[in-house]
């Protein structure tokens, strides 16, 4: 009845010329054409009731993986998801690529399906190689004519790669190796910056994806993302642990001492702990505004920060009631100078030592910290009394053991550029964090 209702027209062909049509024909057409239009409304409600369980299969599928373990990578989530999604999602071909913060760079993290040749897991490529990757990226305008490519600020699908100009002739050639007729990108972002984005090839007899098809990749991007940003938080939540601890252990120490009459007596150790309450409550409130990314790199003193976390951490055991563990301190290496977010370096710090006080055998044992140089390295070294197993041991160095804490401390040292060492005897554990030390007071600080 209205023309903005109108989705088709039903055209009815007879042979006769300039033929006048009964009113009985006249409703039989109508009603053949509101059948019709049920007909495809059906069609339409089934296909978003398939996308909606589609949907459904995503979602369930990502958090099924995240709870799997104490931490996990965005490309493990990548490699357990899609293959278990590519038949109800129809993906022939995906990848997975991360962004340099710079947009300089990006690095292919994870491919379906896994077979050699095609993706190149841990190859970095160079944005402006790639003409997609510049107008995906913002990095440059989308001057085409359509003909070959759909722009759109939420993907682009190049329909043609062969006759693409926003295809550069190393991926046309490539294209052309492995029977790609059409490539679809689509951004991923965090607080509106694209840190990942995935590709899916229609491959072989398969010409190009669907609006409905594009949807679900779009919305399993958009939860890949989401479970992201659930893990960074929840990467938050456990290292509040330790400062909330020394804070409540601090204030009730404080809260004895003003209750003293003579509160003179008693005002350094007053100030110190005051102090100590400001510095953590500081860093708290750091890691909460770290779900955002805030904060800047800075030239920092390895040994003075290890000093601090240990003297937190060794507060924490007071407060936990651990009984006969030996503390030692030292030797210390001055001017051992790092370049990090400090909150980075204190994270690693709290999560190496409540794991080493949570080692310690029930009898009781050692944990001790020291400081060295190791050529251009800064290295800090954090020993507790307890043996780790050798399968233990291989998992731990990469960054495989269970616990969010060892996942969160190997994350942010593959971000520092830095590395860590594990020994085990029958008697101890030794853990050394090596970072590059920042020798050149002159330069400002840069990370990867």
Known sequence: PHERDTVGVIQIYYAEKNRSFTRLEIQIAELLAKRLALAMARKKILSMHKINEKKDAIVHHIFKSLG?????????????????LADMVNVQSCALFSVASDYKYVVLEAGYPQKEGYHSIGKSFEVSSEPAFEVLLGLADYKGDGLYELVTPHYILVVDPQRSEIISEHMKKFARQ????SILYIPLHVEGEITYFMTFDALEHRQRYQDDEIEIFMFLGRELMKAQRMERLDD??????????AIAGFARRLKRLLEHENLSEYMPKIKRYVDILFEETSRMQELALSIYEVGSEQVVDMTEVLRRRFEINKE????Q???????????????LLVCCYRIHLERVFDNLLNNATK????????LSIRTFRQKDWACAEIKNTGPISEEDKSKLLEGEGEGRGLY???????LLNGKIEMDSTQKSTTFVVMLPMHLDKSETCKLA
């Open 408 to 414: 969160i401390t190997h994350r942010i040292i593959r």
């Open 321 to 335: 009631f651990k009984q006969n563990v030996i503390l030692e301190e030292g030797p210390f290496e001055k001017g």
């Open 68 to 84: 799997n373990r104490g931490g996990i990578k965005m490309e493990e989530v990548f490699n357990k998801v899609i293959p278990e």
């Open 236 to 245: 938050i939540l456990h290292d509040f642990k330790n400062p909330a601890i």
């Open 178 to 181: 492995h029977n790609i007729n």
């Open 316 to 319: 924490a055991i007071k407060e």
């Open 359 to 366: 080692a310690i055998p029930l009898k009781g044992g050692r």
